[in-house]
């Protein structure tokens, strides 16, 4: 059993940063992919950054250049930087954990643990 909480998530003019943080307790946090993904209103879970246990970066190409996943295994935390936020990154951020070793985890269905969510509000 993982329980995950992220934070960081408020409102933003557009063309500013944000860092949201998510912090893993249970497991082994070092062994896991963790992973990003984002809903807004109305539309499905959309992936967005995953880094490996091997720190493997994958990212969508919608935010490729502006959004940086990091990890710290010593904190048992995943970081998202976000710079140049624009009004459709607005959404609530959730990170999930990859307890079975996708390949390349970008799938909703590759996790199988997951956070609350933070919101993301990126006005103009």
């Known amino acids: 059993q993982v329980s995950l909480v992220e934070s960081g998530g408020e409102l933003v003019q557009a063309g500013g940063s944000l860092r949201l943080s998510c912090v893993a307790s249970?497991?082994?946090?070092?062994?896991?992919?963790m992973g990003w993904f984002r809903q807004a209103p109305g539309n499905d879970r959309e992936f967005v950054p995953a880094i490996s246990w091997s720190t493997a970066t994958y990212y969508a190409d919608s935010v490729k250049g502006r959004f940086t996943i990091s990890r710290d295994n010593a904190k048992n935390t995943v970081y998202l930087q976000m710079n140049n936020l624009t009004p459709e990154d607005t959404a609530v951020y959730s990170c999930g954990v990859d307890t079975l070793g996708s390949w390349v985890p970008m799938k909703v269905s590759d996790y199988d643990y997951w956070g609350q969510g933070t919101q993301v509000t990126v006005s103009n």
């Open positions: 249970g497991g082994a946090f070092s062994s896991y992919s």
